[in-house]
């Protein structure tokens, strides 16, 4: 995107918490860089128009990964040995059903 200063892009604006129109107000490698939004005023690194992450997200996501850091994996079976005790599942017959040859 060649971005100018002053160009009118959509942004999400942490102050107003949505997405509005926001002028550009610094550049960097042909795009924007800092903007300014035009609802609040408020100026804001460039977001490519996508929310931050919440806080509560962030910190449930650190709990998951800190309980499967806690988590050994089960043991490996020893090679040749099947995990059901090596004896095949017999299958019930449904009553009522007739086997069509």
């Known amino acids: 995107m060649d971005a ?3 160009d009118v892009i959509d942004d999400f604006c942490v ?3 949505r997405l509005t129109n926001h002028s550009v107000v610094s550049l960097m490698n042909g795009g924007a860089a800092k903007v300014r939004c035009r609802t609040c005023y408020s100026d804001h690194d460039y ?3 996508q929310a931050p992450p919440s806080k509560k997200d962030l910190k449930k ?3 998951f990964n800190a309980v499967l850091s806690g ?3 089960p043991p490996a079976p020893p090679d040749g040995v099947s995990g059901d005790g090596g004896e095949p599942k ?3 017959k449904k009553p009522g ?3 069509e040859a």
Request: charged share 45%.
């Open 4 to 6: 100018r200063l002053g």
């Open 15 to 17: 102050k107003c918490r």
């Open 47 to 49: 977001r490519n128009e």
């Open 61 to 63: 996501a650190e709990l």
């Open 71 to 73: 988590v050994t994996p």
């Open 90 to 92: 017999k299958t019930a």
């Open 97 to 99: 059903k007739r086997a």
